[in-house]
């Protein structure tokens, strides 16, 4: 990543005051000015998702849903999906706080959570990918995606735009302006029974549903991530990277794998919201930083043992967070392209085993750094500056899925 682009972009960022919104309620007035975040948290055992107030502890929401569930917050925050793949179905959680921008300030709406009256229904609803104003739903066997309207889903609507995806795998889709960009299964390969077909690209489409320009190559396609109106797909190939076109469509762009680099490959993908970058995963115990800008895109980080779970840092921009199986959290520096520092946080989680097996997850909240610990029932609160525990949140069951919402604003 070249280092003059990323500090352009990191100096940009803290210019323009960024509005950030985490992937967890705390309450604080100060006059007319309200603070409000909230942890969502998934049992990893048992079908129940729970929404918790992030400065008192307090349980605010209890929700029974089918099955296991892996949640995903919304761009604006007002809504967690709770996908159920081994249930076929998606509950979504309004989350209670609404933040809106005016340009110099932003105002906050705050409420009680609640479990909304509106399921989507599907064969192995899989990736949830959060986008501006909606969200957008892959359904591995169901051969379709769908595009929902947040907004009308808020109003207890539902309005969906419903995408083919030519046939069952284990893919993705996203938008990128009017246009859909969706993986491509081959279905002239030999699978077994019961099994999905290996993806072999990605095609794109317009807001009619018809196919612009040829596929581009992305081989066993795997992981998506946004980024300043940019979008990445991990390939065998190298990172696809698209971004705005014309009006023919989108610009699609291979950033292919150097021979410097050792056998790998990007199947998980994370992009900066304030910095335009993306940072993947690189087998099981490397990370790479992607600058799509760069001649020489990837910086390689080794690990000293496998990775858990990696995200992004919204507020402090220049932090990455990598929790490996020993039970340390490191903290990367996205600029310098370095481990920093790294302190043990919980009990060493094997990476052997399940791949679904009760593992900590992470996400940023009010600008700290949360971690559901399933084998304590705790969610631990760290401060990102020393990695050193704050407080714990006791949180009944097995607490495995995290996520964040919230802000802060102005209240009428």
Not at 26 to 47: G, I
Not at 260 to 270: A, C, E, F, R, Y
Not at 313 to 342: F, M, Q, S
């Amino acid at each position: 990543m070249h280092m003059k682009n990323v500090r352009r972009h990191l100096s940009a960022a803290v210019a323009a005051g960024v509005l950030l919104v985490s992937p967890a309620v705390s309450a604080h007035e100060d006059h007319d000015n309200k603070e409000a975040w909230r942890l969502v948290v998934a049992d990893h055992t048992q079908p129940v998702v729970r929404v918790i107030d992030f400065e008192s502890g307090k349980e605010l929401g209890r929700y029974d849903v089918k099955g296991h569930a892996a949640l995903t917050a919304s761009a604006s925050g007002r809504t967690v999906f709770a996908a159920q793949p081994d249930a076929d179905i998606v509950h979504v959680i309004g989350s209670g706080i609404h933040l809106a921008d005016h340009g110099d300030h932003r105002d906050i709406e705050i409420t009680d959570p609640s479990l909304l009256p509106v399921t989507f229904e599907g064969k192995r609803p899989f990736h949830v990918v959060p986008q501006s104003g909606h969200l957008v739903l892959f359904y591995d066997r169901g051969g379709k995606a769908e595009i929902i309207d947040e907004d009308a889903l808020l109003d207890g609507k539902v309005q969906v735009r419903s995408i083919d995806t030519t046939a069952p795998h284990h893919g993705v889709a996203a938008t990128l302006g009017q246009f859909v960009l969706v993986s491509v299964p081959d279905t002239k390969a030999e699978v077994k029974p019961d099994a999905l077909p290996p993806r072999l690209g990605v095609r794109v489409l317009d807001k009619d549903g018809n196919q612009v320009g040829d596929i581009a190559t992305c081989t066993d396609l795997h992981g998506e991530a946004t980024s300043a109106r940019l979008v990445a797909f991990g390939c065998k190939e190298g990172v696809l990277v698209a971004g705005p076109g014309d009006k023919n469509g989108p610009e699609l762009k291979l950033l292919a794998y150097p021979e410097n680099l050792p056998k790998g490959k990007v199947g998980t993908i994370l992009g900066g919201k304030s910095l335009k970058f993306f940072l993947g995963n690189y087998g099981d115990d490397k990370v790479v930083l992607i600058d799509p800008d760069s001649d020489e895109p990837y910086r390689l980080v080794e690990l000293p043992t496998r990775r858990v779970d990696f995200i992004l840092d919204p507020v402090n921009l220049r932090n990455a967070y990598i929790l490996t199986e020993d039970g340390d959290l490191h903290v990367l520096d996205v600029i310098d392209g370095k481990i920093a520092r790294k302190a043990k946080v919980t009990e060493p989680y094997s990476k052997d085993g399940h791949w679904r097996d009760p593992r900590p997850r992470l996400t940023t909240v009010d600008g700290q750094i949360a971690i559901t610990d399933p084998r304590h029932s705790v969610v631990r609160v760290l401060d990102p500056a020393t990695l050193k525990e704050t407080r714990t949140i006791a949180v009944e069951g097995q607490p495995f899925s995290i996520v964040a919402v919230g802000g802060s604003g102005v209240s009428h």
